[in-house]
C-alpha cells in the first residue's frame, strides 16, 4: 500500500525477520516468515509448522496477487495515487481551522486534526465511505491498490466537505 512491497524500504533498513500474510494472497488465508541476516540459519526443513502451511489454494491465490501488482504496476499506482488525495486534501483544507498534518505514503493516508474526530465515520458512513480513524484525532485512509486518480477526486469531494 505504501508504494513498495515492504514499509521498511522506506527507511533503507533491513528486518532479519519479517511475517506477512492478511495482503499476502488478497485475502486468503495465508502467512510466511521470512528471514535473513542472523536470523536466517534458525529454522531448517521440518523445524516449523503451520495451519496453512502448504495449501496449494492459498499459494496460488499468493502468485496471482503478485502478478497483478506487477502487471498492473499497483506499487507505482499506489504512488501516483496516494500523492493526488495528499494533494486534493491539502488543497481543500488549505486554512480550515483543526486541520494538523495531512500525511502518508502511497495509499497510507492519514489525516491529523487537532480534536477527536470520531464522529467522521458514521457522516463517512451516511455517504457511501468507509474511513476509520486512529488516536482519536487521525482519519486513517487505505484505499485499495485499484483506487484511480478519478476515485481519488470522488474521495476528496467527498471527504473534505465533512
Not at 45 to 59: D, E, I, K, R, Y
Not at 93 to 118: F, K, N, S
Not at 146 to 153: I, R
Amino acid at each position: 500500500r505504501t508504494g513498495k512491497w515492504f514499509g521498511w524500504q522506506h527507511a533503507g533498513t533491513r528486518p532479519d525477520v519479517m511475517t506477512l500474510a492478511k495482503g499476502l494472497a488478497s485475502g486468503v488465508p495465508i502467512g510466511a516468515c521470512v528471514t535473513s541476516g542472523l536470523a536466517k540459519g534458525l529454522f531448517g526443513p521440518g523445524n516449523h509448522g503451520s495451519t496453512f502451511g502448504g495449501n496449494p489454494l492459498a499459494c496460488a491465490a499468493a502468485l496471482a496477487t503478485f502478478d497483478t501488482i506487477v502487471d498492473d504496476s499497483l506499487m507505482d499506482n499506489a504512488v501516483t495515487v496516494g500523492a493526488a488525495i495528499r494533494k486534493g486534501m491539502a488543497e481543500a483544507l488549505e486554512g480550515v481551522a483543526g486541520v494538523v498534518d495531512i500525511r502518508g505514503r502511497g495509499l497510507m493516508i492519514g489525516i491529523e486534526l487537532d480534536r477527536p474526530c470520531g464522529v467522521l465515520m458514521g457522516r463517512a458512513a451516511e455517504q457511501g465511505l468507509l474511513i476509520s480513524v486512529t488516536s482519536e484525532r487521525v482519519v486513517r485512509l487505505l484505499p485499495a491498490l485499484t483506487f484511480t486518480t478519478a476515485d481519488a477526486q470522488t474521495l476528496v469531494g467527498m471527504l473534505a466537505p465533512m
